[in-house]
């Protein structure tokens, strides 16, 4: 008689069960943990540059002198990384989508490590850009993986926490950028600055090596969509090319609205393309999701409001009020320090009620915040900042982890990638943002006011090259005076001067409380993210 064919088949044993530290890998806090000290990386070294107070920035001084770069090669460190890291966001979220995110995460730490030690050795500025922009392509490759490995580690019930925490850890490096920058420059050297980096990314790799656990990819991409990349790319870039040359171009001048002419082109041709291919780089139904469209804005309105009012806030306390730039950022430590302490309270009220009503008051907290910041004058003293301060970084941390949460929950868990990078591209593209158009309402708000009182104060007319060099040095808040200038002469220029660079700085904030004003209407549009499909749940 035949045995049965069940009587044949072989006894599979059970697989054994991990053991030490295997079995911790892909244990969500950890994975956390590791992530987050890989965007501190980004975070340290200037995420979003505009903001004139991080650790380049910072250096940027002693870099012009030490390799003899000029003004153009010193705008260009920082320039490039930020085109860099700005064009390359959401392509990277894909490979992270396509090839896993762990990955992608690993080999953007050990290569912004790299670049950052590269960078410090070199004395040739040229070779210093080249090295930015690819500082700026690593760092990339941090940002949108870190938030698609949260997305699809944690559980929908610790979701927001974790984002919580992920955004106290952003808060917390750029608190720290120009404080660790400033100390380093004045008591080490420039390129401390960038070995700073070493240690982190050091202590990152070697949690990730441990610690993360390889998302799932995308199976079913069986292409990828590079006519979408180049058009996307390309787009980014002139849209943030505009956003950086117009105060020097003109935003009237033919060649700023060329750019953001070109702009609009090859934007429209990238929504072309991504409508009619079977495997689109961003794919478009992720905007059919009102709250996921409406968190992105938010994002973008954040970054607008917070690093375009800030950049001119640092000019105010070292230019109007003459501090030093590490002192300027200890004045500006209640705003991160009360996003560090905000951002993981935020994470528990969204969990409890959701995103919209704490997205809500966050923005009409920080339209408070602005407005009464908007209020200083030149008799305020530095101090007066910190009760706003405080409040513009309670009225911020609500809005940056419910807007995000929003972003990456309403995302396919095989998108969380592409999710990752359309918040990171919102927060760079607001940043710039805010800082151009901001700055264009108070250049011309300060540019009438100055004359005018340039002219009541009968002081010898200025004209041609003389009148544009002196309004650009009251743009930043300092008097246009030489040494050979009488001291009378210098305090009438100096109260001028002072004067019409808080007017301009008033209508700058209100125009950046009204934004966050709208902001809290869009916050209406938002509600809790998906349930997280096979996410751990070992917490």
């Known amino acids: 008689m035949s045995k049965s064919p069940v009587a044949e088949a072989p006894v599979q044993k059970p697989a054994p069960a991990a053991t030490g530290i295997r079995r911790l890998r892909g244990h969500p806090w950890l994975s956390l943990l590791a992530v987050a000290l890989g965007v501190m990386l980004v975070a340290l070294d200037g995420t979003i540059v505009a903001l004139d107070g991080t650790i380049v920035a910072i250096a940027s001084p002693a870099i012009q002198k030490d390799l003899d770069a000029s003004l153009s090669d010193i705008q260009w460190v920082t320039n490039a990384y930020l085109l860099a890291l700005a064009v390359s966001l959401i392509t990277v979220g894909k490979l992270g989508d396509r090839f896993g995110h762990t990955r992608i995460f690993l080999t953007g730490a050990?290569?912004?490590?790299?670049s950052s030690v590269g960078i410090g050795l070199t004395d040739d500025i040229k070779v210093m850009i080249g090295l930015r922009v690819l500082q700026g392509l690593f760092g990339a490759m941090l940002q949108p993986t870190a938030l698609g490995i949260i997305r699809s580690t944690f559980p929908p019930e610790?979701?927001?926490?974790?984002?919580?925490?992920?955004?106290?850890?952003?808060?917390?490096?750029?608190?720290?950028?120009?404080?660790?920058?400033?100390?380093?420059?004045?008591?080490?050297?420039?390129e401390s600055c960038f070995y700073v980096n070493v240690p982190v990314g050091i202590v990152a790799v070697v949690m990730g090596l441990l610690f993360?656990?390889?998302?799932?990819?995308?199976?079913?991409?069986?292409?990828?969509?590079?006519?979408?990349?180049?058009?996307?790319?390309?787009?980014?870039?002139?849209?943030?090319?505009a956003l950086i040359k117009a105060p020097d171009y003109g935003?009237?001048?033919?060649?700023?609205?060329?750019?953001?002419?070109?702009?609009l082109v090859v934007g429209l041709l990238f929504v072309l393309r991504e409508s009619r291919t079977k495997e689109p780089l961003l794919p478009l139904r992720l905007f059919r999701s009102l709250p996921l469209s409406a968190g992105t804005v938010l994002i973008l309105m954040l970054a607008f409001c917070l690093f375009g009012a800030m950049f001119y806030m640092t000019f105010y306390l070292q230019n109007v009020h003459g501090l030093s730039a590490v002192d300027a950022a200890v004045r500006m430590l209640p705003l991160t320090g009360l996003m560090v302490v905000g951002a993981p309270l935020a994470g528990v009220l969204i969990?409890?009620?959701?995103?919209?009503l704490p997205i809500v008051v966050g923005m009409l907290v920080t339209a408070g915040a602005l407005f009464g910041l908007g209020g200083l004058d030149t008799g305020s003293g530095a101090n007066d900042t910190l009760v706003w301060f405080g409040m513009l970084g309670l009225?911020?941390?609500?809005?940056?982890?419910?807007?995000?949460?929003?972003?990456?929950?309403?995302?396919?868990?095989?998108?969380?990638?592409?999710a990752g990078g359309l918040q990171s591209t919102a927060m760079q593209v607001g940043g710039t943002l805010g800082t151009a158009v901001l700055g264009a309402v108070m250049t011309a708000k300060l540019n009438d006011v100055f004359t005018e009182r340039w002219s009541a104060a009968h002081l010898?007319?200025?004209?041609?090259?003389?009148?544009?060099?002196?309004?650009?040095?009251?743009?930043?808040?300092?008097?246009?005076?030489?040494?050979?200038?009488?001291?009378?002469?210098?305090?009438?220029?100096?109260n001028i001067t002072h004067h019409a660079f808080m007017d301009g700085m008033h209508l700058a904030f209100v125009a950046a409380g009204v934004v966050a004003l709208v902001g809290a209407a869009i916050g209406l549009l938002?509600?809790?993210?998906?349930?997280?499909?096979?996410?751990?749940?070992?917490?």
């Open 395 to 418: 009225g911020l941390a609500p809005i940056m982890v419910g807007a995000t949460e929003v972003i990456v929950g309403h995302a396919e868990v095989e998108l969380a990638g592409v």
């Open 110 to 114: 050990v290569g912004f490590v790299a």
């Open 212 to 241: 993360l656990k390889d998302t799932e990819r995308d199976q079913d991409s069986k292409s990828f969509d590079v006519p979408g990349i180049v058009l996307l790319s390309g787009a980014l870039f002139l849209l943030v090319w």
């Open 526 to 539: 938002t509600k809790q993210g998906r349930k997280v499909e096979g996410a751990a749940v070992h917490i």
């Open 158 to 190: 610790k979701l927001n926490s974790a984002i919580g925490i992920w955004g106290a850890v952003v808060a917390a490096s750029t608190a720290a950028g120009p404080i660790v920058g400033g100390l380093l420059v004045e008591h080490v050297n420039w």
């Open 460 to 494: 010898p007319p200025l004209r041609g090259e003389q009148l544009a060099q002196a309004k650009e040095a009251v743009s930043v808040g300092v008097a246009p005076v030489t040494p050979k200038t009488p001291a009378p002469v210098v305090e009438v220029i100096t």
């Open 351 to 356: 969990n409890r009620f959701g995103p919209r």
């Open 251 to 263: 935003w009237g001048d033919t060649k700023t609205l060329g750019f953001l002419g070109a702009t």
